[in-house]
């Protein structure tokens, strides 16, 4: 690989999440939309700014799915704060915020078709939403895991990280995801 580019953007990048033409970038301050038409020459757009968070983001349909878990080492002080937001994207230098869930302390997250799964470590497990109706999404069901931190679908596995292991499960019927297998992080 050789650096054709670079810019600045303010500190805490936790994620990067890449959806069409588009590069999100969850940070501690908030979500920037980054241009990157021209891959040589990337140009911020817009800046999604919340509290002081740790901001996952995941992109799909031009909607920006963003957790914000607050009271952690550099995360904001408080968990009331702590939240899954929903943006519409369609137009990236005018985002919307369509809502926001309360959660108890969000980690990862991932999207695929109607189906939003967030790591909630305070409620042990992943949360599943559906979100046909992403200006409401609506809880149907979780898939318990001690510490979940993040989500990686591969249909029909996903693999979901805590802080001891990797956890695989079949998720071919979404509600009803079977255990397959544990890789143990020593």
Same mark, same amino acid.
């Not at 799964?117 to 992943?126: K, L, Q, T």
């Given at each position: 690989?050789?650096?054709?580019?670079? +810019?600045?953007?303010?500190?805490?990048?936790?994620?990067?999440?890449? /959806? #069409?033409?588009?590069? $999100?970038?969850?940070?501690?301050? #908030?979500? $920037?939309?980054?241009? +990157?038409?021209?891959?040589?020459?990337?140009?911020?757009?817009?800046?999604?700014?919340?509290?002081?968070?740790?901001?996952?983001?995941?992109?799909?349909?031009?909607? @920006? $799915?963003?957790?914000?878990?607050?009271?952690?080492? #550099?995360?904001?002080?408080?968990?009331?704060?702590?939240?899954? @937001?929903? &943006?519409?994207?369609?137009?990236?230098?005018?985002?919307?915020?369509?809502?926001?869930?309360?959660?108890?302390?969000? /980690?990862?997250?991932?999207?695929?078709?109607?189906? %939003?799964?967030?790591? !909630?470590?305070?409620?042990?497990?992943?949360?599943?939403?559906?979100?046909?109706?992403?200006?409401?999404?609506?809880? *149907?069901?979780?898939?318990? +895991?001690?510490?979940?931190?993040? +989500?990686?679908? @591969?249909?029909?596995?996903?693999?979901?990280?805590?802080?001891?292991?990797?956890?695989?499960?079949? &998720?071919?019927?979404? %509600?009803?995801?079977? &255990?397959?297998?544990?890789? *143990?992080? !020593?």
């Amino acid at each position: 690989p050789v650096l054709k580019n670079k +810019i600045k953007v303010d500190y805490g990048i936790e994620t990067i999440s890449i /959806y #069409g033409n588009y590069v $999100y970038l969850g940070a501690v301050d #908030g979500v $920037y939309i980054v241009d +990157i038409n021209n891959p040589q020459n990337p140009v911020e757009l817009e800046k999604i700014e919340h509290h002081i968070s740790c901001d996952p983001v995941v992109v799909q349909n031009d909607i @920006a $799915y963003s957790t914000q878990r607050s009271n952690a080492v #550099g995360c904001g002080t408080n968990w009331s704060n702590s939240v899954l @937001a929903v &943006y519409d994207v369609s137009d990236p230098l005018s985002p919307n915020l369509l809502t926001n869930v309360g959660m108890s302390q969000p /980690y990862g997250l991932a999207v695929e078709n109607n189906w %939003l799964f967030v790591c !909630d470590e305070g409620r042990e497990g992943v949360v599943i939403f559906d979100v046909s109706d992403p200006s409401n999404p609506e809880e *149907k069901g979780k898939i318990n +895991i001690d510490q979940p931190r993040d +989500i990686i679908l @591969a249909h029909p596995y996903m693999i979901i990280s805590s802080k001891t292991a990797f956890k695989i499960y079949n &998720y071919s019927n979404v %509600l009803e995801a079977t &255990y397959v297998s544990t890789f *143990k992080l !020593d």
